[in-house]
């Protein structure tokens, strides 16, 4: 059977814009910032539906992580906070100490597990996963 085509100006078509008009105003007003900060922390989030989203001018991050609830984090006065895509957060300021801590903090939240490796790692971290059970025949 023939599927129905899509009505026009379809829901995708006008997503994709917005989406694209939305990461540029992030990479712009990230440019902006990142002029006068020092140090940068990357996250990345690993897992099936795990997402991460900004508000206030990069002053609280809204983390999905598979509870049942959002996790929000507010950011302290030196420190903010950008998602560019919903997998990967950047963590930036002047104090490098107040950067780390921020960042570790949202990584406590959902450290990687070591069998599968889900969880929030650091953009350069690399896990070490273990063998799983084995099965006896």
Request: glycine fraction near 8%.
């Amino acid at each position: 059977m023939a599927r129905a085509a899509p009505a026009a100006g379809g829901r995708r078509h006008g997503r994709s814009k917005v989406i694209r008009k939305q990461t540029f105003h992030h990479w712009a007003y990230f440019s902006l910032v990142a002029m006068e900060a020092k140090v940068f922390r990357f996250l990345k989030l690993v897992g099936v539906g795990f997402k991460a989203r900004t508000e206030c001018e990069g002053r609280e991050l809204f983390l999905k992580l598979g509870y049942s609830h959002e996790v929000q984090f507010t950011a302290p006065p030196s420190v903010r906070v950008f998602c560019f895509k919903p997998n990967l957060i950047c963590c930036t300021g002047i104090d490098k100490n107040r950067v780390h801590h921020f960042a570790g903090a949202v990584r406590n939240c959902k450290p990687p597990e070591v069998y599968k490796g889900k969880g929030i790692l650091y953009i350069d971290e690399v896990i070490k996963l273990k063998p799983g059970k084995k099965q006896k025949k």
